[in-house]
């Protein structure tokens, strides 16, 4: 068994982490760290586990953690994994991050969008960001990708490696559940102020903006921005995008199809559909469902992207990115259906 | 134009008088306090109000409020009316208060299930719980009945008048929506824990309790105790309660249940239904819609009792309460009918 | 009192045209007509307005409802009221219809994207397409907008009069509420297909695309396509729309945000917004709320607006429509404010 | 691998133990029947399994499935099973029932309450109602117990067995979400008619009630009745029970308390909560919470259970029957925990 200790494990996405490796066969959580709660067992804040893990939380430390684990998940908020990692990428030692800290490899981007401090320049070019349904190749530092930019970067990258679309004409609409939020109390997480309700955040302001250029960058280095939108809606999982791009004139929209069809045709989550997904068919899993259309009298593609914000984008595409680093089946631990 | 101030107006209840008053013929909002945003105009709070009203927060301030107003609503938290008000109290001035400071008359009491220092014995003696649809005549200082003992007293009040039910059968099971848990932000307010959810919360605790005890015991001295119990539904606006009964023997069911539609005959805003009510039928409006039925293999009757719990379990109510203070017609102000 | 007549009553529209006109003060519904529960009370199917109403279903019998009332409000589906109206249009009896069967004045584009046969081509000539808010004239058959349409038009009826946008650049991501559905009982409205849930449908094919554009046409006659999706969301009431429109070269955007500004400046019912609106800002009352943002790096001005499908988007604004006819004050019977 | 066929899979109850028998070891479906839908694969209903399975939709044959399959589950409605399964019962095939038609062993309270024609004595008394917590022996037809009936029965067994409580004294306030309800388009399950809304149902009609009754007796033969009733509330999944019973004197809560704790102390999926547990704790997964509390002043024990209706109230509590029938580790396929 593959030893994990996981850091910050009182957030969604820790103890999304936690959970989904309970039924790993061939890794263990030992260690879960956070700045709250220490030596108490983490059933007192998760009670759902009760039977099955008295595993207790415990204070973070770097050297015990190497000692005792084998990988760490850093599930921690942005601007902090950026330091406490240090020691670890000093080491060598397996780092998987799924917080934005080593996303941006620019640190002046990073300061701009995130508002905070950046890593260091050097942690910065040893961090490799996989997004995993395309690129399995990593070193010891993972940068896992955001939510918004997973649901994104998937329908996109074909689209823009094989030079289909107007490249300034990429204009995505994302909405998102409250879990995407996290557990900070705030008016815009009271559940009065939410439910029955829809509203527009962060507009042209969200810090997964710049990751989307600089990663469709890597597949076409003409992209210099995108269009994009966030929202919330009153659900608790789930990321819906709507994608307008238009066709570049020559292009017959399914050519286009076809060529993003197999692009993922050995790429187990990912799953082009014919017909339009809804968000129920990917909540609770790893998959991202994708959907294009055409408009003949537009010339815009319409694009649907649906994803779990807390699975695929984030834990368990950590998870995956775990499983081709250490050559393990990649759909190990994942293999989580859409109930109904 | 009667002059209204009403301190609090940053909360659910004070927001909702304020939107209620604003279709009242006969009364005017000419001043709204809050011990935050003072000096700004209510619309930053309320951006919805903006085309109708500049009006804008004021500190408190007891001897200006008499002197611009003709009444004062609290709809300030609990522990807070009683010693604000005093001035009020002691000069004669109308006060209505939606908070819990002058429902229980007992100060032990109040200290017991408030966890707070009561109000003072004279001013409690001053101070007349009116519940609006069975009692309109009130002094000086009307205290509003809680929404939870409004939804359970309504029902109950003609049964144990008519000394109909086993005293000590009396079982309520309520559930409400969130607002009536108001703005404080919480874990148990986070969206995320209340959406696809249910929780029974202050079990055998809520301060309700006592309060729809003490006015049961004034139709029948010999009520002593009920079983009380309150659950949060993932709805923002509304109150639904189960109750439980055994029926006296030597009664029978349609007997009583005339007697109860007989007690609100001429009760615009109680409305004894003959088939079970839902919380939709009551949301946005001031009715309490309330049915019954009865078992005749366990000799219980059940009983719905739904009510709007900001509406008809607080700003609704207190209208109402007004409106009989200043001799107005009952329901002005309060005709909405529910949506769908 | 105007005496009214609405057709349609059972279904969400006629029913809230009914329930708004119960608070007009120069208006009086007399007489409600159905294809089914004929011969039974109102509160049958709504028991909320029993204390209000004892109205009766009636069956459409076109001279009564002339002999008995001022005007006729059709709240049918599509594909019914360009029969049904005949006989009110021979006789210049004033129509209100909320359907779509007299807003394309395409018979062919009716036709196309409806399915559906179309009014004949002298009816459609004398219908008046009404959005209340920039036009307040018509003779006697005005045809009310779409939900989809008020939301949309709105915010961009003074862009292309002002020409201030790429006229092929328009990208309208629309969502609706379930209400918007209508009480059809299909697989779409089943409470577990809903609930937690969001999907787009009727991509490219929704019947208020032509609307938009032959309306926009009016405005700047060089409009040819809009790009244009509908959603729904997990929510009762409410539509709310993100639009992306690319600024003309040669505008500066603040010119442009005061222009609207301007046009709407006398309008109760537009409201400009500083900031972004939420969609419960306006659910519950008769407001669209507009908020643009522009984006220096896309060149890209976002859209939000936000009405309540029902009322702004179907029974307000066609009391609006009759207030304007009537010559009532605009604002009778919807001066409603948002909860909360 | 024990080779399964499903009766029923267009329904909630089939399509769930599909989705949780994919990911058992010992277990695999081969063959799945309805009434619709023959000769498509199943992923055409249900696309989120695309990917995982390309099972198509058989017509119902009892021989073949008897040559095909080792064990049949009937996810049909009432009314279906008691004629469906006769050929499996004559065969002694194994045979597990997810509908109420083996529930009943009188065939007039069958019939009573389910208003339908019952199944033949001679087969209910072949059939063995498995409550898989508390009995784990069965032969060959078992009848797997009612979603409400589990959450109810669970934490009354050992407080009726005990002798605990007074008998006379029960009483059930229950809850469920829309999944509950099946898929069957009605009124009741329209989006609008559920969302921001509750409702009770069925009043002293449910059938699960004399289903509770019967077994409780089993424990105790002096149990006569319960007063039962049944809520809708606005979620997808989950049951949520309040229960009230009476103490009896002589007995102390505690003593009481930890009886129940020692009646399910070796059961995996019943937990005794030391504190209030919510729906959420169990959405998703095949436990029953339970908490009890007592009220001195009252004399009464507040009892809260929880389940997911889908898994412990049907499919899950199905597949753990099959498990011991097939004595395979009980918790296999059913090692679900909650997210959040």
Request: proline content about 4%.
């Amino acid at each position: 068994m593959i030893k994990i200790t996981i850091v910050g494990i009182t957030g969604y996405s820790g103890f999304e982490l936690f959970r989904l490796f309970l039924k790993h066969e061939k890794a263990q959580v030992v260690k879960v760290c956070a700045t709250s709660h220490i030596g108490e067992p983490l059933h007192h804040i998760y009670p759902q586990i009760k039977e099955c893990s008295e595993i207790m939380i415990s204070s973070f430390d770097p050297s015990i953690i190497m000692q005792k684990s084998d990988v760490v998940f850093f599930a921690t908020p942005a601007g902090v994994t950026n330091s406490l990692a240090i020691p670890f990428i000093e080491h060598d030692f397996p780092v998987i991050d799924l917080s934005g800290d080593f996303r941006l490899k620019n640190p002046r981007s990073y300061e701009k969008w995130y508002k905070k401090p950046s890593a260091q320049q050097e942690h910065l070019e040893k961090a490799d960001y996989v997004l995993a349904d395309v690129n399995t190749t990593a070193h010891q530092l993972i940068s896992n990708p955001g939510c918004f930019a997973t649901a994104c970067l998937l329908p996109l990258i074909p689209l823009v490696k094989g030079d289909f679309i107007e490249l300034d004409s990429i204009i995505l609409d994302a909405k998102s559940g409250l879990s995407g939020a996290g557990k900070v109390l705030s008016e815009s997480s009271h559940f009065v102020n939410v439910h029955d309700n829809m509203m527009m955040y962060k507009i042209n302001q969200h810090q997964h903006l710049p990751e989307i250029v600089q990663e469709l960058k890597k597949w076409n280095g003409k992209v210099e921005f995108i269009q994009f939108s966030t929202s919330l809606i009153p659900v608790n999982y789930g990321i819906f995008v709507s994608g307008y791009v238009k066709l570049k004139s020559g292009f017959s929209f399914d050519e286009v199809q076809q060529d993003v069809k197999d692009f993922y045709k050995d790429k187990k989550f990912v799953r082009i559909r014919s017909e339009a997904p809804k968000l129920s068919d990917v909540v609770g899993t790893n998959f991202c469902d994708i959907y294009l259309t055409y408009n003949q009298t537009t010339g815009i593609i319409t694009i649907i992207s649906v994803i779990d914000n807390l699975i695929k984008g984030a834990a368990g595409q950590a998870i995956q990115n775990f499983n081709h680093l250490f050559d393990i089946k990649e759909e190990m631990g994942l293999s989580h259906l859409a109930r109904i």
